[in-house]
């Protein structure tokens, strides 16, 4: 499974764009990367997946560089309710490895 | 609606104490799994399964049993609870293809205490 680093915790206001970056040096040809959103005594929920380039949906965007050492996800316009943790995530088969990922405080 | 739902969502027992928690998805699931979450340690995967009466060990399964009989059900079994099992539980679900894998869909947690 291929190690993730990211901050551990970000600062935001109302309407700013965020983006949350992700280091994966050792990702494998196969792997995809995925980040999942977490609020306090909740279940973790997928945000979004990607494996090259951008990936873009209802919530936000993922940017994966050619090399695909790293991604970012980028959060448009946050509210106080994308105040939760992201984890940005390398899957293996079968498993997911969350770390403690990117506490994301948003303010008004 | 798609979900996937636990039972208690609370529980405080003493040590020694067998217990149960349910777990129960309705989207036809193959995969399932078991998580527990703890403060500096993120999730870790206790158990999972990729279809019925197929269970396999995770990163912690000490102390821990599960059974799949059922494709829509998969209880997570403390046969003697000690205080280090005292977590919030998650179990999860997702359709057994591979790149789905990474979408798993959690339910909304149990938080055992062990006394």
């Known amino acids: 499974l291929a190690k993730t680093t990211q901050p551990i915790s970000m600062d935001s206001y109302e309407g700013q764009e965020v983006n949350i970056t992700c280091s994966h040096n050792n990702i494998a040809t196969n792997d995809y990367i995925t980040w999942y959103q977490q609020f306090p005594s909740q279940g973790p929920r997928f945000i979004i997946q990607?494996?090259?380039t951008k990936v873009t949906n209802e919530v936000a965007s993922l940017f994966i560089p050619a090399d695909r050492k790293s991604s970012t996800l980028s959060l448009p316009r946050v509210s106080l309710s994308d105040t939760a943790v992201y984890y940005c995530?390398?899957?293996?088969?079968?498993?997911?490895?969350f770390g403690t990922g990117t506490r994301l405080l948003v303010s008004p | 609606e798609a979900q996937v739902t636990q039972n208690p969502r609370y529980l405080i027992t003493v040590t020694g104490k067998k217990l149960t928690v349910t777990c129960s998805q309705n989207m036809n699931h193959e995969y399932m799994s078991w998580y527990r979450q703890d403060p500096g340690l993120g999730l870790r995967q206790i158990y999972y399964?990729?279809?019925?009466?197929?269970?396999d060990k995770g990163d912690v399964p000490e102390g821990y049993k599960v059974s799949r009989k059922e494709k829509r059900n998969f209880p997570l079994i403390l046969e003697s609870p000690s205080p280090n099992q005292t977590s919030l539980y998650f179990c999860?679900?997702?359709?057994?293809?591979?790149?789905?894998?990474?979408?798993?869909?959690f339910g909304p947690g149990t938080r055992l205490t062990v006394l």
């Open positions: 399964s990729m279809n019925v009466e197929v269970t």
């Open positions: 999860a679900s997702t359709a057994a293809r591979q790149s789905s894998y990474n979408e798993q869909f």
């Open positions: 995530l390398v899957p293996g088969f079968q498993k997911l490895v």
């Open positions: 990607g494996y090259k």
